[in-house]
């Protein structure tokens, strides 16, 4: 018989792990200007020992120059008598050389707030408002009908809950009946009451009915755009406009009529009455020419609050009167500014050397435009300014940089390429541009196909294969020949 025991022993193994600083830092590298904005914002709160010098958007009080000369006295001077006192503290007063970029107007420590302040304060809180939803609204316009009763309302409520942000029923009414324990007569009852709220065409199942729903509010049921929609939605869609002229027996250029009828409707009647959460782009460094016609970069400095250490823990480190817990904890926190500040270095540092290599990269593309933009990888520009090409990704994720053509992704610099007749290098991202400027050239009557299309390229100078035109005609969104012919 086996006889069970215990036992402990030592295993060696060989880990990696990142550490909270790094962490952080590729946090910082990640984040885009509004989110690090947020972060500072949280970072101001947890550690009292940051101090914002300004948001980018505000001007400073007073003289900046003097301020900022007084500043640099009085952290020479508290430096000195610090390093007489506390070898370590001095290590970390002289972060006012090292972040030189984030030294803010001195800080007073007593700051007072008048009757205009306060005021200005509660205008602000009081002009935020909270943007109904879309289901906010339609349940507003439910409140409104006071003759339902309660097994009703509750149906109503569950399907206002049921709609997508479009504004169309996703959940079956067999699955509502079971969960409002009703019979599917109620639930239709109650589906047709919802359909009949502002705007035309919500709660619809599909396309056709969202359609369809608009044009009987507009009093046109039975009108010939009522029969398409209802009968040869499929057929229109397909582009078969020959096909549908044919089943109605009236002409193509009718049938061209009514799609001009049907782009007047709606298809996404949710739209209207959801929140619009609109995108601001914020471009991380401007590429411009300076007086001499050079190229140059200039990191975008306005809309990035800038940080310093505060002198007003420093001095309480120099009170030979502050307890030692205190000191200790103020030596963590400035040590952990420190980190945030080196961040932040690293992050601006990162994204102004990718810009500039960039810049050397494809020069031709901000002088000339899109058609110049030569293929580009990440490993490329990696290599160029020393650093792996995880890093390159991360610090150009999500970020945009303002070029003499516009705001751009700085993703947008990178693409394959393709090799040209004359053995040059061509960007996919040009031949996807000269693709758009052919088929904006076509005849819409004889829409050139991805062979024509691949025989005008090579017209160019640029070898493509109709299997990769196809490729990048789908990826640029547009139809083939045959849904683009116009009858």
Known sequence: MLRQSLSQTQIQTLRQELAPQQLQS?????????????KISKELIENPTLEMVDSGTQALAGNPVEAANE?????????????????ALATLIQLDEAWHDYVPPSYTGNA?????????????????????SLQDLLQAQLRENDQL???????????????????????PLEDIALACVATLEQVNDCLKLIQSFDPAGIAARDLRECLLLQLER???????VYMVI??????????????????????????????EEIRTLNPFPGSLLAPNNATFVVPEVYVEKDEDNNWRVRTNRECTPRLRISSYYLNLLKDTETPAEVKTYIRQKIADSKVLLRALDQRQSTIERITHSLLKFQEDFFERGINALK?????????????????????????????????MP???????????????????????????????????????????LAKLLKERGNQVARRTVAKYREELGILPSHMRRSY
Do not use: W
């Not at 707030?113 to 109904?132: A, K």
């Not at 040869?232 to 009236?250: E, F, T, Y």
């Open 218 to 224: 507009r009093g046109q049921k039975g009108t010939l």
């Open 230 to 259: 209802s009968k040869h939605l499929d057929a229109l869609g397909r582009n078969q406009i020959p096909k549908v002229a044919q089943s109605l027996h009236i002409s193509p250029r009718e049938v061209y009529d009514v799609l």
């Open 112 to 132: 007072s707030f008048t009757e205009d302040d306060e005021e200005r304060r509660r205008f602000m809180l009081n002009s935020l408002v909270d943007e109904p």
């Open 26 to 38: 590729l946090e910082i590298l990640l984040a885009t200007v509004p989110e690090l904005e947020q």
């Open 71 to 87: 500043n640099t006295a009085a952290s020479e001077e508290l430096a000195a008598n610090a390093a007489e006192k506390d070898e």
């Open 410 to 452: 700085f993703k947008h610099f990178f693409s394959s390429g393709l090799e040209s007749t004359s053995g040059e290098m061509v960007s996919s991202r040009s031949i996807k541009n000269m693709i758009e400027d052919l088929i904006k050239s076509e005849n819409p009557a004889k829409p050139f196909s991805d062979d024509k």
């Open 375 to 407: 293929p580009l990888i990440l490993n490329q520009v990696a290599e160029d300014i020393g650093v792996h090409e995880t890093t390159v990704s991360r610090a150009v994720s999500n970020k945009y940089i303002q070029s003499p053509h516009g705001i």
């Open 149 to 171: 009763d309660e097994m009703s309302s509750r149906i109503c409520e569950e399907i206002i809950g049921s709609l997508d942000d479009r504004g169309y029923l996703r959940s």
